[in-house]
């Protein structure tokens, strides 16, 4: 079997209560005609997939082609959910296929399916129906699950942008699984404690772009809030390159960071402090961070900020306002704040590139570009397996 490398992202799958359940891994759409491609294109995908690293110890869901499920490669079973089309017609001999794959441990999905586009019979074998919001339409969904042919499958409503189309899924009983995009929209957030953490992220900057700034007056911020002083020290003590030192006060915490990366280390605090939002929201936001530095330094050694501007970039998530409102408060460098909102310059490129591979929009990378500059799509991978193993170590 020709070895090749393949481009993957993953999405999270929420629950009813904003835990994470599954990953859904995105790769590129296989264009190629003959079988073997298609199968030898999967069978790297899982075979080169760290699973435990990916989907935390989770399920991974993965769309494949109905020439794929007909012959499908060897793998272990456990962890994996394949999704299909269902063919017009639906042809009887796919559905003993089906009835075998299931007795041999397959667990399988359908992707839009309706009780006209699908036999009953095969409903026995399958485990999960997911329906794209974006292509069947809210309305029709909800219409579609008054019927009893999805009574014993697990509903999953898929490509949810808008946190309100969240909303009105979440009404439906029958739908317990939910992603898209709609936790990191930009919503509206009440409370306290929200308005106190950017206000302290406003005076924090502010403070570390004066030229005699000093540990002891930054750590003074910090105590204003006893979770985002807890935090600090916690986050601090669970990095592995800190591990070594003892870290009892929020002021230790910041002379074993050091003034360099102080603007890193109080971010990610103030992310894992903020509450009411899925608990998958941090770990994307670190993840992207770590991406864009990662990313960063194989194309523009000379920029320290990337993972900023990576962090930065979920502010709206975090706060419900717009990237431009934030930062019409927050005392930023000029060339982050044109890289955040216009994607200008070398950390506005990276940024870019990042949200596109993390979407699947593989078609819009610059691949040949990048693998001149020395970031094949092997590298590229690896550097993002490697930012969710960084990202998962800072969490708790």
């Known amino acids: 079997m020709q070895e090749q490398s393949v481009l993957l992202a993953r999405q999270a799958i929420l629950n009813r209560k904003g835990h994470i359940e599954a990953y859904s891994i995105l790769y590129p759409d296989n264009k190629l005609s003959d079988l073997e491609s298609s199968n030898n294109l999967l069978h790297a995908l899982i075979t080169d997939l760290d699973l435990d690293i ?42 003993e296929h089906i009835a075998l794959l299931h007795e041999d441990g397959y667990k399988l999905g359908l992707i839009n399916a309706t009780p006209d586009s699908v036999p009953l019979a095969i409903m026995h074998y399958i485990s999960y129906v997911k329906f794209n919001l974006k292509e069947m339409g809210l309305r029709n969904t909800i219409k579609l699950l008054d019927d009893s042919f999805y009574k014993d499958v697990c509903l999953l409503a898929n490509q949810i942008n808008l946190s309100q189309h969240n909303d009105a899924a979440q009404q439906i009983p029958k739908i317990t699984l939910f992603s898209g995009n709609f936790h990191t929209a930009k919503e509206d957030i009440h409370g306290k404690k929200t308005h106190l953490y950017k206000a302290l992220v406003i005076e924090f900057l502010a403070k570390v772009n004066e030229a005699n700034s000093n540990i002891t007056e930054l750590a003074a ?25 003892q870290v009892s006060s929020v002021q230790r915490a910041l002379e074993v960071i050091g003034l360099r990366d102080v603007m890193k280390w109080f971010s990610m605090a103030v992310f894992n402090a903020i509450n009411g939002k899925p608990d998958c929201l941090c770990q994307m936001a670190l993840t992207r961070a770590m991406f864009c530095q990662q990313v960063a330094k194989k194309l523009y050694p000379g920029e320290a900020h990337a993972f900023i501007v ?43 590139m990042v949200q596109q591979y993390e979407r699947g929009q593989w078609e819009s990378l610059p691949l040949e570009a990048l693998t001149q500059a020395g970031l094949d799509k092997a590298e590229m991978k690896s550097l993002y397996i490697e930012s969710i193993k960084q990202a998962k170590e800072l969490q708790f």
Do not use: H, W
Request: aromatic share 12%; proline share 8%.
């Open 221 to 245: 911020i910090i105590e204003k809030d006893a979770t985002l002083a807890y935090k600090i020290i916690k986050l601090t003590k669970r990095a592995p390159s800190y591990q070594n030192f």
């Open 54 to 95: 990916v989907t935390n110890n989770t399920k991974a869901f993965i769309d494949i082609s109905i020439d794929v499920l007909l012959k499908p490669p060897a793998f272990s079973l456990d962890n994996y959910v394949l999704f299909f089309r269902a063919p017009s017609p639906f042809p009887d001999s796919l559905i």
């Open 310 to 352: 990576g962090l930065f970039s979920y502010l709206p998530s975090f706060f419900g306002e717009s990237i431009e409102q934030l930062l019409n408060e927050i005392p930023l460098d000029k060339n982050l704040s044109l890289a955040l909102t216009q994607f200008k310059g070398p950390l506005g490129n990276t940024l870019k």
